[in-house]
């Protein structure tokens, strides 16, 4: 019987001493991916695995909105599941919605929530103010903007409301509640943004004391009845640099002298619900501040057109103007294309008569800066005459309409053409846009394969499409295109067809194929006020 040569001896394996840990695994590596992450994608990540779900969890929560409460079938309201989930996590939280009906549970979250650093109210009542006092070291932004046409938990006595509505404040809180909340506010030592409707700040002792706070701030924002006294004429108020006065009940002049005691500002939210505002004298006063002005936003105002062209006169540096329903006009246009065509980045015209699709048209030819344009129309001939130089362009909010020297389809695949040239594009709306008009205008886009909306495969960039309020041959090839072509679609606003059971089958087959992609039927306007982030 052999022996086996010890050298032909098959060595025993050792044992590898190296770390096989997968890098996706280790916590510290989670940490730095997290902030990273949009919150859909969280909510996938969470169910990977055990060691995901405990690294993943507390960005889960960061930022909460509290859901609305559903009425059931019954007639009884239903339950809100994630109270509890809330309650477990509340340490994780740094931003909390709530809606208008969510203020009753707060104190059922409250003790567990001792870390928010932004915190919006959809309603002003006294349930709020414990989790004011309990975070007053953390918050640093908080809005109090309820619903106009929510009525307050706390009835007015019918004198108190009949006194009130002599003086135009038909939504105001009771002087107990509003000096309850105001020395919450004040005693908020790290606030930064704060933005108040409905308070009803009217002794001249809260005003002064109101104001005399909002020396520290760098955002305000006052709607409605937030302040119903005048604010006072001999204070100045240096670090704001951005503030905001939206249908305020104080006077014009005093809105005015405000402005004027805020040197440094760079945005400007002047909004009066068809009145006229005396834009023209705080531009004169403003071309000699201290900051030039970078965003200005008087929607909704009836200045005229002269009078806006020399308020932009005097604001070269201009980079964002929202004139949604004004009488922005040709004037207007020239003082824009004369002074800022190179800065402006942002143009809101939608609503305004007088921009006509001639003066649309020039002012994409000529301000190459642009990045986000919004108005009524744009005819084709003027689009075919005029050519674009804004190709950085990221939001066009527009409607294409007839008439053509051209035929339909060659048209079409023109208006495609040139859509597709903007392949920064991140959000094309080609319907009405949430116009505050009870018109609307056909657009001569099919929205089909068939008629060149194949073409648009070049906007890989974009997240948003809409096509609200506009006739359309969407089927299932145009819904596989746009999935296919668009991969970082997120939002598709609009009704995909007249027939419920085919849309409910397109939904489901967007759902199926890419589930991070939302469909939402109506397209609400709102255009978030100029705030310094």
Same mark, same amino acid.
């Given at each position: 019987?052999?022996?086996?040569?010890?050298?032909?001896?098959?060595?025993?394996?050792?044992?590898?001493?190296?770390?096989?840990?997968?890098?996706?695994?280790?916590?510290?590596?989670?940490?730095?991916?997290?902030?990273?992450?949009?919150?859909?994608?969280?909510?996938?990540?969470?169910?990977?695995?055990?060691?995901?779900?405990?690294?993943?969890?507390?960005?889960?929560?960061?930022?909460?909105?509290?859901?609305?409460?559903?009425?059931?079938?019954?007639?009884?309201?239903?339950?809100?599941?994630?109270?509890?989930?809330?309650?477990?996590?509340?340490?994780?939280?740094?931003?909390?919605?709530?809606?208008?009906?969510?203020?009753?549970?707060?104190?059922?979250?409250?003790?567990?929530?001792?870390?928010?650093?932004?915190?919006?109210?959809?309603?002003?009542?006294?349930?709020?103010?414990?989790?004011?006092?309990?975070?007053?070291?953390?918050?640093?932004?908080?809005?109090?903007?309820?619903?106009?046409?929510?009525?307050?938990?706390?009835?007015?006595?019918?004198?108190?409301?009949?006194?009130?509505?002599?003086?135009?404040?038909?939504?105001?809180?009771?002087?107990?509640?509003?000096?309850?909340?105001?020395?919450?506010? !004040?005693?908020? +030592?790290? $606030? *930064? =943004?704060? %933005?108040?409707?409905?308070?009803?700040?009217?002794? /001249?002792? &809260?005003? #002064? @004391?109101?104001?005399?706070?909002?020396?520290?701030?760098?955002?305000?924002?006052?709607?409605?009845?937030?302040?119903?006294?005048?604010?006072?004429?001999?204070?100045?108020?240096?670090?704001?640099?951005?503030?905001?006065?939206?249908?305020?009940?104080?006077?014009?002049?005093?809105?005015?002298?405000?402005? !004027?005691?805020? +040197?440094? $500002? *760079? =945005?400007? %939210?002047?909004?009066?619900?068809?009145?006229?505002? /005396?834009? &023209?004298? #705080? @531009?004169?006063?403003?071309?000699?501040?201290?900051?030039?002005?970078?965003?200005?936003?008087?929607?909704?105002?009836?200045?005229?057109?002269?009078?806006?062209?020399?308020?932009?006169?005097?604001?070269?540096?201009?980079?964002?103007?929202?004139?949604?329903?004004?009488?922005?006009?040709?004037?207007?246009?020239?003082?824009?294309?004369?002074?800022?065509?190179?800065?402006?980045?942002?143009?809101?015209?939608?609503?305004?008569?007088?921009?006509? @699709?001639?003066?649309?048209?020039?002012?994409?030819?000529?301000?190459?800066?642009?990045?986000?344009?919004?108005?009524?129309?744009?005819?084709?001939?003027?689009?075919?005459?005029?050519?674009?130089?804004?190709?950085?362009?990221?939001?066009?909010?527009?409607?294409?309409?007839?008439?053509?020297?051209?035929?339909?389809?060659?048209?079409?695949?023109?208006?495609?053409?040139?859509?597709?040239?903007?392949?920064?594009?991140?959000?094309?709306?080609?319907?009405?846009?949430?116009?505050?008009?009870?018109?609307?205008?056909?657009?001569?886009?099919?929205?089909?394969?068939?008629?060149?909306?194949?073409?648009?495969?070049?906007?890989?960039?974009?997240?948003?499409?809409?096509?609200?309020?506009?006739?359309?041959?969407?089927?299932?090839?145009?819904?596989?295109?746009?999935?296919?072509?668009?991969?970082?679609?997120?939002?598709?606003?609009?009704?995909?067809?007249?027939?419920?059971?085919?849309?409910?089958?397109?939904?489901?087959?967007?759902?199926?194929?890419?589930?991070?992609?939302?469909?939402?039927?109506?397209?609400?306007?709102?255009?978030?006020?100029?705030?310094?982030?």
């Amino acid at each position: 019987m052999s022996t086996a040569n010890p050298h032909q001896q098959q060595q025993a394996p050792t044992k590898d001493t190296t770390n096989n840990t997968n890098p996706l695994l280790l916590p510290e590596i989670l940490w730095q991916i997290g902030p990273h992450l949009e919150q859909q994608h969280i909510a996938h990540c969470v169910l990977a695995c055990k060691t995901w779900n405990t690294t993943f969890t507390p960005f889960l929560f960061q930022r909460v909105a509290l859901p609305k409460r559903k009425l059931l079938p019954s007639g009884k309201f239903g339950t809100r599941p994630m109270i509890t989930a809330i309650q477990r996590n509340g340490a994780h939280i740094r931003h909390l919605v709530c809606s208008p009906d969510s203020n009753t549970i707060l104190r059922q979250i409250t003790p567990q929530c001792t870390a928010v650093e932004t915190l919006v109210l959809g309603k002003i009542t006294p349930e709020v103010l414990p989790i004011l006092r309990l975070c007053r070291n953390t918050l640093t932004r908080l809005e109090m903007t309820p619903n106009p046409h929510s009525n307050s938990t706390t009835t007015l006595t019918q004198t108190y409301q009949r006194s009130l509505s002599v003086l135009g404040y038909s939504q105001v809180l009771p002087r107990s509640e509003t000096t309850a909340l105001l020395g919450a506010i !004040l005693d908020l +030592p790290h $606030l *930064d =943004h704060l %933005v108040l409707d409905y308070l009803g700040l009217r002794d /001249p002792a &809260q005003v #002064l @004391s109101f104001f005399d706070y909002c020396k520290r701030l760098s955002t305000l924002e006052l709607h409605n009845n937030a302040v119903l006294a005048q604010a006072p004429h001999a204070m100045e108020l240096d670090c704001l640099q951005s503030l905001s006065l939206i249908d305020s009940s104080m006077p014009l002049a005093d809105q005015m002298m405000l402005f !004027l005691q805020c +040197p440094y $500002l *760079d =945005h400007v %939210v002047w909004r009066k619900d068809g009145a006229t505002i /005396p834009i &023209q004298a #705080l @531009s004169r006063t403003w071309s000699s501040g201290l900051r030039p002005l970078k965003l200005l936003d008087v929607a909704n105002v009836k200045v005229p057109d002269e009078g806006l062209a020399e308020a932009l006169a005097h604001f070269p540096r201009l980079e964002q103007f929202i004139a949604r329903d004004t009488l922005f006009g040709s004037l207007s246009k020239q003082a824009i294309v004369d002074a800022m065509r190179s800065t402006l980045e942002v143009l809101d015209l939608v609503d305004c008569p007088a921009a006509t @699709s001639e003066v649309v048209a020039e002012i994409m030819s000529l301000c190459w800066s642009l990045k986000s344009i919004s108005a009524d129309s744009l005819r084709v001939l003027d689009v075919l005459e005029n050519k674009w130089v804004c190709s950085d362009l990221e939001e066009l909010r527009v409607v294409f309409i007839g008439p053509s020297v051209m035929s339909k389809a060659a048209t079409q695949l023109a208006i495609y053409n040139r859509i597709a040239t903007l392949k920064r594009l991140r959000l094309l709306s080609l319907g009405r846009y949430g116009s505050t008009s009870r018109w609307s205008v056909r657009s001569i886009l099919h929205l089909s394969l068939n008629h060149g909306f194949g073409l648009l495969a070049p906007l890989t960039e974009l997240r948003e499409f809409d096509f609200c309020q506009m006739y359309h041959s969407i089927g299932m090839d145009e819904v596989k295109f746009m999935l296919k072509s668009w991969p970082k679609l997120e939002v598709i606003h609009g009704i995909l067809s007249v027939d419920r059971d085919r849309t409910a089958f397109m939904e489901s087959y967007i759902q199926h194929v890419r589930p991070g992609v939302r469909v939402k039927h109506n397209l609400k306007y709102q255009r978030a006020s100029g705030r310094v982030e």
